[in-house]
């Protein structure tokens, strides 16, 4: 069994920062892509930021020159720093992450279970 195990969620204040965590577990060949997608209330889900095979990253505009995605590929993580915070921020954050299953050896996409943002005063 394979999960996305999210943490770093929360309430902050607009300008503020949170760092969001994510980290595959469980057997599994390897990972290739992982990244953030939210919903906010009403929405759809969009992405946030990823990054995919060769290290390229990919940032929706509104998130741009505030937020940054990483990965730790020995922990199998992947991280998102989120700076200069605003309230149209506010959403469910969801990681997502291509996995090569032990079972099929095909890629599977898995979702984690979703993390709070809020940003509010």
């Known amino acids: 069994q394979v999960q996305l195990v999210e943490s770093g969620g929360g309430l902050v204040e607009p300008g503020g920062s949170l760092r969001l965590s994510c980290v595959a577990t469980?057997?599994?060949?390897?990972?290739?892509?992982m990244g953030w997608y939210r919903q906010a209330s009403g929405k759809e889900r969009e992405l946030v930021a990823n990054i995919i095979r060769g290290g390229i990253k990919n940032y929706t505009d509104s998130v741009k020159g505030r937020f940054t995605v990483s990965r730790d590929y020995l922990r199998n993580a992947v991280l998102l720093q989120m700076n200069s915070l605003k309230p149209e921020d506010t959403a469910v954050y969801y990681c997502n992450a291509e996995v090569l299953s032990d079972r099929t050896s095909s890629w599977i996409d898995y979702w984690g279970q979703g993390t709070q943002v809020t940003v509010s005063s």
């Open positions: 469980g057997r599994f060949f390897s990972v290739k892509g």
